[in-house]
């Protein structure tokens, strides 16, 4: 059975593996741009899902830009929550599930050790807030709503740590990075692969189904900032590593504060959906290669 999806977004890391990965699942894809369908328009995205036929509803659009949000909290509200809940309503109505993808932000990172999905949320910035209300909104929409909540994303394309790490090793700049703060980071194309292996059962099971309500996935293992900065270093530039300095966050002041142990624990995924995580460090070297496969091409 071919699921048809509709995709909101087009650009970012996970819309663009969700897109190149569709390939390999009997899923066909319909994926809208921002110039197609306006994020801050709740009423016109809705519309979108009403006039387009489908039996799944991604949601892969968001306001991720963390610092920002302090001073855009209203427009970070509207993309990252009214419009998903407007969307999850019109899923609900025309029969289609939704997946919402969220954000281990939406924890203080004061517990200490790995925060389950029942775990009591408290976010400390605007973006944790706004995804935060996106979950609840998503849920309280459509009873078939899968929320994915991640951490740490990363890919060969885009904007994200990896890129940002490379990019100042090149400038010859000094690297100094946080070592106060954990988390699991995440590929980009692990994320996508799991919630299109999910497609199938998503656009058949009825509401009440495991599969929906709130699920964490991350690659396996936790890590500092800068010990995850020194694999990429290690991995990519081998001998030409730079040195890392590890900084506190008090060092580091940023308009949002961070969760200090932000790491989000996956037992469900593997109990629920008998799915495994691969290490980070492996999901690594999968991206590094592809950045130097774009750099020999790109000579």
């Given at each position: 059975?071919?699921?048809?999806?509709?995709?909101?977004?087009t650009?970012?890391q996970?819309a663009?593996?969700?897109?190149?990965?569709?390939?390999?699942?009997?899923?066909?894809?319909?994926?809208?741009?921002?110039?197609?369908?306006?994020?801050?328009?709740?009423?016109?995205?809705?519309?979108?899902?009403?006039?387009?036929?489908?039996?799944?509803?991604?949601?892969?659009?968001?306001?991720?830009?963390?610092?920002?949000?302090?001073?855009?909290?209203?427009?970070?509200?509207?993309?990252?929550?009214?419009?998903?809940?407007?969307?999850?309503?019109?899923?609900?109505?025309?029969?289609?599930?939704?997946?919402?993808?969220?954000?281990?932000?939406?924890?203080?990172g004061?517990?200490?050790?790995?925060?389950?999905?029942?775990?009591p949320v408290?976010?400390?910035?605007?973006?944790?807030?706004?995804k935060?209300?996106g979950?609840?909104?998503?849920?309280?929409?459509?009873?078939?709503?899968?929320?994915?909540?991640?951490?740490?994303?990363?890919?060969?394309?885009g904007?994200?740590?990896?890129?940002?790490?490379?990019?100042?090793?090149?400038?010859?700049?000094?690297?100094?990075?946080?070592?106060?703060?954990?988390?699991?980071?995440?590929?980009?194309?692990?994320?996508?692969?799991?919630?299109?292996?999910?497609?199938?059962?998503l656009?058949?099971?009825?509401?009440?189904?495991p599969?929906?309500?709130?699920?964490?996935?991350?690659?396996?293992?936790?890590?500092s900032?800068?010990?995850?900065?020194?694999?990429i270093?290690?991995?990519?530039?081998?001998?030409?590593?730079?040195a890392?300095?590890?900084?506190?966050?008090?060092?580091?002041?940023?308009?949002?504060r961070?969760?200090?142990?932000?790491?989000?624990d996956?037992?469900?995924?593997?109990?629920?959906f008998?799915?495994?995580?691969?290490?980070?460090?492996?999901?690594?070297a999968?991206?590094?290669?592809?950045?130097?496969?774009?750099?020999?091409?790109?000579?």
């Open positions: 059975m071919t699921i048809r999806a509709l995709q909101f977004g650009t970012g996970l663009l593996e969700l897109l190149a990965q569709a390939r390999d699942f009997d899923i066909e894809i319909v994926a809208l741009s921002r110039a197609e369908a306006d994020f801050t328009d709740p009423q016109a995205c809705a519309a979108r899902v009403a006039a387009t036929p489908c039996d799944l509803v991604v949601i892969a659009a968001a306001y991720t830009a963390v610092d920002q949000a302090e001073a855009e909290r209203d427009l970070a509200l509207r993309v990252n929550a009214s419009t998903p809940a407007a969307i999850a309503a019109a899923a609900q109505a025309k029969g289609a599930a939704v997946v919402y993808v969220s954000t281990d932000y939406v924890f203080d004061a517990k200490g050790v790995a925060y389950a999905e029942a775990d408290s976010p400390v910035n605007a973006y944790g807030e706004t935060l209300k979950e609840q909104g998503v849920l309280a929409g459509a009873a078939r709503a899968f929320v994915v909540r991640t951490s740490w994303v990363v890919s060969s394309h904007k994200n740590f990896i890129k940002t790490m490379l990019r100042l090793a090149g400038e010859g700049r000094a690297i100094r990075v946080v070592d106060d703060q954990f988390g699991r980071p995440t590929a980009a194309r692990d994320l996508a692969r799991f919630i299109l292996s999910q497609a199938e059962r656009a058949a099971a009825p509401a009440g189904d599969v929906f309500g709130i699920v964490h996935f991350a690659n396996a293992g936790a890590v900032w800068k010990a995850f900065a020194e694999e270093f290690a991995q990519a530039l081998g001998a030409d590593a730079p890392v300095a590890g900084i506190p966050t008090a060092d580091y002041p940023t308009p949002a961070r969760p200090l142990h932000g790491v989000l996956t037992a469900k995924l593997q109990d629920t008998g799915v495994t995580p691969r290490s980070w460090r492996d999901a690594l999968e991206i590094v290669a592809e950045l130097k496969l774009q750099q020999r091409s790109a000579a």
